[in-house]
């Protein structure tokens, strides 16, 4: 069974580079699947951020698409986020999921790391 | 692109019915047999009840159904359980995007 671990620094000063990385065991990335990330601010709801797969092709929503990197290191068995020019808007719980491209769902999820935005 | 919209709060007693709706357009619910419906308890991972509309995952009780209708979709939860009590998403599928829905909370 495929389990998914978020890690990284809580806090963020704003204008930095928030950075997070998912470590992923269970199942390999580079047999397939997509990998993504998702966010939930403080009390409201779920906003996609972006997928890649074995391949490194990248997709992004559109809102955040100039300031998000994706990447996937086969070696480790992980993939990462970095989020450039941080606001108080981007203070979040950041899940890192496993995402089935032919039916467009994500089918396992990391519990979550809170990421606050404060100087 | 828009939040799908979602009632905030919906709640049935044990054993009742609850259904949860999910709005969009047909550019993304209406557009496409891929949404999917995400069952969320405080401090717990996210779980996949439904996705391409209807399909249930192995391990979901067969109490969680899905449904779509025009630009709308439902999620149906019948012989509600105290277990049930919890937040609610539903998400679909873009052309350019990936969207999630506002959320329901669901009292039992």
Not at chain 1, 88 to 111: E, N
Not at chain 2, 14 to 27: E, M, R, W, Y
Not at chain 2, 29 to 39: A, E, I, P, T
Request: hydrophobic share 30%; charged share 15%; aromatic share 12%.
């Amino acid at each position: 069974q495929v389990q998914l671990q978020e890690s990284g620094p809580g806090l963020v000063k704003p204008s930095e580079t928030l950075s997070l990385t998912c470590a992923v065991s269970g199942y390999s990335i580079s047999s397939g699947y997509y990998w993504s990330w998702v966010r939930q601010p403080p009390g409201k709801g779920l906003q996609w951020i972006g997928t890649i797969n074995h391949s490194r092709d990248i997709y992004s929503t559109p809102s955040l698409k100039s300031r998000v990197t994706v990447s996937v290191d086969t070696s480790k068995n992980q993939f990462s986020l970095k989020l450039s020019s941080v606001t108080a808007a981007d203070t979040a719980v950041y899940f890192c999921a496993r995402y089935t491209s032919s039916g467009f769902y994500f089918d396992s999820w990391g519990q979550g790391t809170l990421v606050t935005v404060s100087s | 692109q828009s939040a799908l919209t979602q009632p905030p709060s919906a709640s049935g007693s044990p054993g009742q019915s609850v259904t949860i709706s999910c709005t969009g357009t047909s550019s993304d619910v209406g557009g496409y047999n891929f949404v999917s419906w995400y069952q969320q308890h405080p401090g717990k991972v996210l779980k996949l009840m439904i996705y391409e509309v209807t399909k249930r995952p192995s391990g979901v009780p067969d109490r969680f159904s899905g449904s779509k209708s025009g630009n709308t979709a439902y999620l149906t939860v019948s012989g509600l359980q105290a277990e049930d009590e919890a937040d609610y998403y539903c998400s679909s599928y873009t052309a350019i995007d990936y969207v999630f829905g506002t959320g329901t909370k669901v009292t039992v």
